[in-house]
């Protein structure tokens, strides 16, 4: 099994920066991706970024330019740097993993960006 578990969420005005942190642990060693997902109130939980297994990094339109998933295995942590944030991205940020037998969630971490 694997867990996750998400930190780093808060409250921070528009034009401001969080980082958060999604801690692995269990079997870490079968994880080959992981990647960040954010539900806003009243819409779809949506793909923000994502990071495989070789390095390769895939961000959504929105947020190009402004955030940076990188990943330390070592601490067997990733981390999602957010720069320049906006109210439109506000919501409950949640980290995922993928293994060859599954998908595990995290808890998920509020982010809310006020103007």
């Known amino acids: 099994q694997v867990q996750l578990v998400e930190s780093g969420g808060g409250l921070v005005q528009a034009g401001g920066s969080l980082r958060l942190s999604c801690a692995a642990s269990?079997?870490?060693?079968?994880?080959?991706?992981m990647g960040w997902y954010r539900q806003a109130p009243g819409k779809q939980r949506e793909l923000v970024a994502a990071?495989?297994?070789?390095?390769?990094?895939n961000y959504a339109d929105s947020v190009k330019g402004r955030f940076t998933i990188s990943r330390d295995n070592a601490k067997n942590t990733v981390y999602l740097q957010m720069n320049s944030l906006k109210p439109e991205d506000t919501g409950v940020y949640y980290c995922?993993?993928?293994?060859?037998?599954?998908?595990?969630w995290g808890q998920g971490t509020q982010v809310t960006v006020s103007s």
């Open positions: 269990g079997s870490i060693f079968s994880i080959n991706a």
């Open positions: 995922n993993g993928v293994t060859a037998w599954g998908t595990y």
């Open positions: 990071i495989t297994s070789g390095g390769s990094t």
